[in-house]
C-alpha cells in the first residue's frame, strides 16, 4: 500500500465539525493548551440573578458522556467523493467531444494539458479572467466592504488536494491576492459566521462561532439518475441526459418563485454533470436549519434508496406545487424520456415498468405483446398501457388507480432529484460559481433559466479555450469604444456568462440597498 | 411559605449581586398568578422555592420527558403516546383544567412551570441535550394542548397573539381548487372552511409535508391546522430560549449547590440506545479481524448484513453506509488497523492510490485516529443507534445504508429477509404486519427471535440470562453482542463453560 496522501492537511475541516457539536465543553481547552484567551464578555442574558463568573472558570459542569456528544452532525465528516469531483480516467472524453476535431491542428491553440489546474494556465484564469469583483458584490450585498463579506467562509482546494477550510478576507482584491499566491484548483463558499472565522480560535467559547446566513443551495446531479439514464453513467454527460437537469431546473425555479416568493436564484453548472442553485434572497440567507429542511421536504418527491421500490407515492388529490410540477414535465416525459432515453426498451427493463403498474391482468397481456415483439419502443409501450386498458382486457380495471400509478412513473422518471443534505444545513459549503472543474477544466458558468433550451453542458468554454479566446481576439475595426480599455474576458467566451452574472448581483445589490434605505427612512422618522 | 430564592441557594452570596444586575433581578417573593393551563414558558419564575422542591420537581418533568422520548423512539404514534403518558403524567406534573378552580390548580402549575425552567438550564449545554429537550417538551405540549378542553384552548390561543391574517371569501374562492387539493381533498365546498394566511415560515411543518398551499412566500392555513401554528410557535421560542441561556450558563457555577444536581439532572436524560460504549462491547477469545467478518455476518442485524452484501456485490458502499457500517465494525471489536484492511480489500476495484486519498482518511476519523483534538479525545464517534438509522438519512437513490425494515419496499424485504434465511411464513407475515404499523425495531426483534429461538430458550430455561439481558433490542451492535454470545454458548474459550454474563 504507497503512503497515505497528505490526509493531514484535512485535519482542519474536521475540527469544524466537532466545534460545532462540542459547545461549552470545548471552552476550557483552549486554556490548557496555552492559546491566546481572548475573552468574550459574558453574556448579558440570564433567566435569574445569578451573578456573572469572576474568576474565569469556563464551562459549566453539565456534561454528558463523551459518546453522546459526539454524534452531533458526524455525517458532515464524510467527504462526498461521490459527487461532481472525481477524477475518473474516462475524463478526456467529452473534453474531445466539445472541441472541433479540427482545432486541435491549429497551431496557435494552447496545448490541453495534462491537468486543467496547472499551475500557470490556473494563474492566467484568476488573474485575467475570474470575475472578482462581481462574485465581492454577490456575497457582500453592497459596494463597500461588510461582515457578509467579511466574515464568510472559503475553502480552498490546493493542487496537492490539501483542502484549506476557514479561509477569510475583508476585501475582494486580498481574495484575490490569496487565491494566486496559494493556486488552488477550486474552492468552495460556505456561511457567514458571527465572527471572522480565522479568529474561531481565539474565542474563549466555541459555542460563540456560529454560522449565521448562507444562501439556500440546491445541487442536482446526473449520478443520481443512473438507474434511470441509458445514454451514459457515472461521469459522462451528452444532451440527452442533460435534459434530466433542464426539467429540474423548471420545476425547482417556479416552485422556488411562484410558491415561496424568491426573486434572486442564480443556477450554476457544476462544471461536469450537474448543476447548483444559489437562492440569494435575504430572507433565504437567514433561514435556519428547521426552515431549509422544510423547503427541502416540500420539493422532494422522490424518495426511496435502491432497494425502496416505487420511488414516487404522492398524495392525491395531488398537491398544487406538484400538479403543477406533472404539467411542465408532460412534455419533457415524451421527447426526453420515451424517445431519448427509451428506458423499457428490453425485457428485463420493461418489467420495472410492469412492477409500478397496479393490474395484474393488464401487466399479464402487456408482458404478452412486448415479448413478442421484442425491441418495441417505448413510446409504443407507453401507448400501449392506454390501448389495451380500453380494450377492456381487465374486467376490474381500477381506472382511476391506474391513471394515478401513470403519474407516479413520470414523476419517478423525470421529477428532480435533489442531493437534500446541501439543501438541508446552513453551514454546507459549495463550489463558487466560476471556478474550473478540475476534471472537465470546464468553468461552472451560470446558466440563464429563461434560456435553459441553449445551454448545452458540452459547450461550456474550458479555461485552455478561454485563453486562446484571449489571444485570437482582434479589436474592432472601428472602435466604438471610444478607448475604453476591453478587460480580457470580454474577449473570451465567459462574456456572457459574466453579463448575466453582473446583472444579477446588480439587481440583487439594488433590492438590499432599496430595503436598507426604507428601513433607515423610517429609523429616521422615529426622531 | 417558600423560603429559598430559585437558583440561588446560597444565603451567603446574596451580597454579592452586582449592582448594574440588579435591574434585571426580578423582584424576589413575587408569585405569579397561572391564568391557563397550558403554558408558553416565556416568562422565567421569579418566586423563591426550596432546593428540595427545586430537585424533586425537575426529577419529576425529567421522568416524563424520558418517557416521552422512549415513545417516539419505539415510533409510538401520538394517540399512543398520549395514552401511555396519562398515568404518568397523573402521578408526576398533573394539570388540573381552569374549571376545578381548586387551590391545587396554581400549585400543579407552578410546579409544571419551575421544573420547565431548571430542566432548561440542565439541557441547554450542548446542542444535542437541547434539540432532545425541546422536542420531548414539545410531545409534552401537543398532548396537553389535546387533551385541553376547547374553550380553554380557545382562550389560551387568543392570549398568544399569533398575528393571523384571515383569507377573504374574494381570494378564498379564487383560489378553492389550490385550497382543497393542497388540504387532501377537503373541504368539499371552500366555504365550510376559514383560511389564515401566514409567512411560510410559521408553520415550517406543514410546508415539510406539503400540507397547505403556498403562493408568494405566504401559506394558507386552514383554520383546523391551529395546532400547527401554535406548536411551531413553542417550538421556535423554546429553542430560541434555549440558545439564549446555553450562552448565559458560565455564570451558573459559582452556585456550587446546583451544579451538581443540575449535572446529575442531565446525565440521567438518557435513552437505552442513546450510547453503546464500545468496552462493553467485548467479546473475549472472539476472532473479529478483517478475514473474519464474512463468518461474523451471518450475526449482524439486517440492516449491517445488507450493507455487508451490497459491499461485497459492488465492492463499493455510499458513504453514508461506510459510515454507518465502519461505525458498526468499531462497536463489534475490530480495530482501526483491521478495519482499515477491512476496507481496503472490499474496496477492490480501486487502486492503493485511490484509497489512501480518498477513504483512508475517514475510517482513522471513525476511530477517532485523527481529527480534532475532541475527536481524537473521544475515539471518535459512536456507533448508530437503531434510533438514529431509522430517523436520520433516509437511504436516496443507490444508497444501501438506513433500516432495511423502515427503507425497503415490503417485496424487497421480504427478498432479502429470504436471502439471510429466513423463510418462514409466519415470521415474514409478522414482519409485514410490524411494518405495515411502522413497528420497525418490533420486526427486527422478531427476526432475531426466531433466528436465535433454540438458544433463547435454553438461557431462559437455565437462567443463565435474566429478563433484563433479553429486552427488546434498540442498537445493531447489542444485535450483534447477544447473537454472538448466543451462537457460542459453551464455546467461550475464557471460562470454559456455558456461563456467559453480560455486562449491562
Ligand atoms: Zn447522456
Known amino acids: 500500500m504507497s503512503q497515505a496522501v497528505s490526509s493531514n492537511v484535512v485535519t482542519d475541516r474536521d475540527q469544524n465539525n466537532m466545534d460545532n457539536s462540542q459547545m461549552d465543553a470545548d471552552g476550557g481547552m483552549s486554556e490548557t493548551a496555552g492559546e491566546p484567551t481572548t475573552r468574550t464578555p459574558a453574556l448579558d442574558q440570564t433567566m435569574s440573578s445569578t451573578r456573572v463568573p469572576v474568576d474565569g472558570k469556563t464551562s459549566t459542569e453539565v456534561t454528558i458522556t463523551p459518546g453522546m456528544k459526539l454524534e452531533v452532525k458526524l455525517e458532515d465528516l464524510f467527504a462526498d467523493e461521490e459527487s461532481d469531483e472525481e477524477f475518473p480516467s474516462s475524463h478526456n472524453q467529452d473534453i474531445m467531444a466539445s472541441s472541433p476535431p479540427e482545432a486541435s491542428l491549429s497551431p496557435v491553440r494552447v496545448e490541453v494539458p495534462s491537468k486543467f489546474s496547472d499551475s500557470d494556465v490556473m494563474n492566467q484564469f484568476y488573474k485575467r479572467l475570474f470575475p472578482w469583483r462581481y462574485l465581492f458584490q454577490w456575497l457582500n450585498h453592497s459596494p463597500t466592504p461588510t461582515t457578509d463579506f467579511g466574515h464568510r467562509e472559503f475553502a480552498f482546494t490546493l493542487q496537492n488536494d490539501a483542502y484549506l477550510r476557514y479561509q477569510s478576507f475583508p476585501t475582494s482584491d486580498l481574495l484575490r491576492k490569496d487565491v494566486l499566491r496559494l493556486m488552488p484548483s477550486r474552492f468552495e463558499i460556505g456561511p457567514v459566521y458571527t465572527t471572522n472565522p480565522r479568529d474561531r480560535k481565539t474565542l474563549r467559547k466555541s459555542s460563540a462561532f456560529k454560522p449565521l446566513a448562507k444562501e439556500l443551495c440546491f445541487d442536482i446531479d446526473l449520478t443520481d439518475y443512473d438507474d434511470i439514464r441509458t445514454c451514459c453513467d457515472k461521469a459522462n454527460i451528452c444532451i440527452k441526459c442533460w435534459q434530466f437537469i433542464t426539467m429540474s431546473i423548471k420545476v425547482i425555479d417556479v416552485a422556488l418563485r411562484d410558491d415561496f416568493g424568491f426573486k434572486h436564484i442564480l443556477w450554476v453548472y457544476s462544471g461536469r454533470r450537474g448543476a447548483h442553485a444559489w437562492v440569494c434572497d435575504k430572507k433565504a440567507r437567514q433561514m435556519d436549519d428547521q426552515k431549509r429542511r422544510a423547503i427541502a421536504g416540500y420539493l422532494e418527491v422522490v424518495k426511496g434508496g435502491a432497494q425502496g421500490g416505487k420511488k414516487v407515492n404522492v398524495k392525491r388529490p395531488l398537491h398544487p406545487h406538484v400538479a403543477r410540477s406533472l404539467e411542465i414535465l408532460k412534455t419533457h416525459f415524451q421527447s426526453d424520456i420515451l424517445q431519448d432515453q427509451d428506458p423499457w426498451e428490453t425485457d428485463a427493463k420493461y418489467e420495472r415498468l410492469l412492477e409500478l403498474l397496479p393490474d395484474r391482468t393488464l401487466n399479464d397481456a402487456l408482458r404478452k405483446k412486448w415479448s413478442s415483439s421484442p425491441g418495441r419502443a417505448s413510446t409504443a409501450k407507453w401507448a400501449d398501457i392506454d390501448a389495451l386498458a380500453k380494450s377492456g382486457t381487465s374486467k376490474n380495471l381500477d381506472s382511476k388507480a391506474l391513471l394515478e400509478a401513470k403519474q407516479d412513473i413520470l414523476l419517478e422518471y423525470t421529477y428532480p432529484r435533489l442531493d437534500i443534505e446541501v439543501s438541508k444545513h446552513l453551514n454546507h459549503l459549495l463550489k463558487s460559481p466560476f471556478v474550473v472543474h478540475p476534471g472537465t477544466g470546464r468553468v461552472c458558468v451560470p446558466i440563464n433559466p429563461k434560456k435553459l433550451r441553449e445551454f448545452d453542458p458540452l459547450d461550456v468554454p474550458t479555461v485552455t479555450e478561454l485563453l486562446t479566446d484571449i489571444d485570437e481576439w482582434l479589436p474592432p475595426a472601428e472602435d466604438k469604444s471610444e478607448g475604453k480599455p476591453v478587460a480580457d474576458w470580454e474577449k473570451t467566451r465567459l462574456k456572457p456568462y459574466i453579463e448575466h452574472f453582473r446583472l444579477f448581483v446588480a439587481t440583487l445589490m439594488k433590492d438590499e440597498s432599496d430595503v436598507k434605505g426604507k428601513r433607515e427612512r423610517e429609523d429616521a422618522m422615529e426622531f | ?504
Not at chain 2, 458502499?317 to 480495530?335: E, M, P
Not at chain 2, 477517532?368 to 438509522?389: A, E, L
Open chain 2, 1 to 504: 411559605m417558600i423560603r429559598q430564592e430559585f437558583s440561588r441557594a446560597d444565603p451567603k452570596r446574596r451580597t454579592a449581586l452586582d449592582p448594574k444586575k440588579r435591574q434585571f433581578a426580578p423582584a424576589t417573593f413575587q408569585n405569579v398568578e397561572y391564568k391557563h393551563r397550558l403554558n408558553f414558558y416565556v416568562t422565567p419564575p421569579t418566586a423563591d422555592i426550596t432546593l428540595e422542591q427545586f430537585e424533586q420537581w425537575a426529577i419529576d418533568r425529567l421522568r416524563v420527558l424520558a418517557e416521552i422520548e422512549a415513545c417516539s423512539f419505539r415510533n409510538k404514534n401520538l394517540t399512543e403516546t398520549a395514552a401511555h403518558m396519562k398515568p404518568l403524567l397523573d402521578k408526576y406534573l398533573p394539570l388540573t383544567s381552569s374549571t376545578s378552580n381548586s387551590a391545587a390548580t396554581q400549585i400543579e402549575r407552578q410546579k409544571d412551570h419551575y421544573s420547565h425552567f431548571i430542566l432548561r438550564l440542565a439541557f441547554a449545554s450542548t446542542e444535542d441535550l437541547r434539540r432532545r429537550f425541546s422536542r420531548a417538551e414539545t410531545t409534552l405540549f401537543r398532548i396537553r394542548f389535546q387533551d385541553n378542553d376547547s374553550r380553554e384552548r380557545q382562550k389560551f390561543v387568543e392570549g398568544l397573539n399569533l398575528d393571523l391574517e384571515i383569507v377573504s371569501d374574494e381570494e378564498r374562492r379564487e383560489y378553492a381548487e389550490e385550497l382543497r387539493a393542497a388540504g387532501g381533498g377537503f373541504p368539499k365546498r371552500i366555504e365550510e372552511e376559514s383560511y389564515y394566511k401566514v409567512d411560510w415560515e410559521k408553520v415550517p411543518e406543514l410546508i415539510e409535508h406539503r400540507r397547505v398551499f403556498l403562493k408568494g412566500g405566504k401559506a394558507y392555513v386552514p383554520g383546523r391546522e391551529q395546532l400547527s401554528m401554535v406548536i411551531a410557535e413553542f417550538t421556535n421560542k423554546l429553542d430560541k430560549a434555549l440558545e439564549t441561556t446555553s450562552r448565559a450558563l458560565p455564570r451558573l457555577d459559582e452556585d456550587d449547590r446546583l451544579s451538581p444536581i443540575l449535572t446529575h439532572l442531565s446525565q440521567n436524560f438518557t435513552t437505552p440506545d442513546a450510547n453503546y460504549s464500545s468496552s462493553s462491547t467485548s467479546l473475549p477469545g472472539a476472532d473479529i479481524s478483517a478475514r473474519n467478518i464474512d463468518t461474523l455476518s451471518s450475526s449482524f442485524p439486517l440492516c449491517m448484513q445488507n450493507l455487508h452484501r451490497s459491499l461485497r456485490r459492488d465492492a463499493h458502499l455510499k458513504h453514508f453506509g461506510r459510515l454507518q457500517y465502519s461505525l458498526f465494525l468499531k462497536g463489534i471489536g475490530l480495530n482501526l488497523e483491521e478495519c482499515l484492511v477491512f476496507w481496503r480489500g472490499a474496496f477492490n476495484k480501486i487502486t492503493d492510490d485511490t484509497f489512501n486519498k480518498e477513504y483512508r482518511y475517514n475510517v482513522r476519523h471513525v476511530y477517532g485516529d485523527v481529527g480534532g483534538d475532541s475527536n481524537r479525545r473521544g475515539n471518535g464517534y459512536s456507533p448508530f443507534s437503531c434510533q438514529k438509522i431509522l430517523t436520520e438519512h433516509p437511504p436516496g437513490p443507490g444508497e444501501a445504508h438506513g433500516c432495511p425494515y423502515r427503507h425497503f419496499s415490503i417485496d424487497n424485504l421480504t427478498a432479502l429477509l429470504q436471502q439471510v434465511g429466513v423463510k418462514d411464513h409466519e415470521v415474514l407475515k409478522g414482519v409485514k404486519e410490524d411494518k405495515e404499523k411502522q413497528k420497525f425495531h418490533l420486526a427486527c426483534n422478531r427476526v432475531f427471535e426466531y433466528a436465535h429461538k433454540q438458544e433463547i430458550k435454553k438461557v431462559r430455561d437455565d437462567g443463565t440470562w435474566g429478563a433484563a439481558q433479553l429486552e427488546t433490542i434498540v442498537h445493531p451492535n447489542e444485535y450483534f453482542k447477544r447473537s454472538y454470545l448466543l451462537k457460542n454458548l459453551g464455546k467461550n474459550p475464557t471460562d470454559g463453560g456455558g456461563d456467559v454474563k453480560m455486562e449491562d
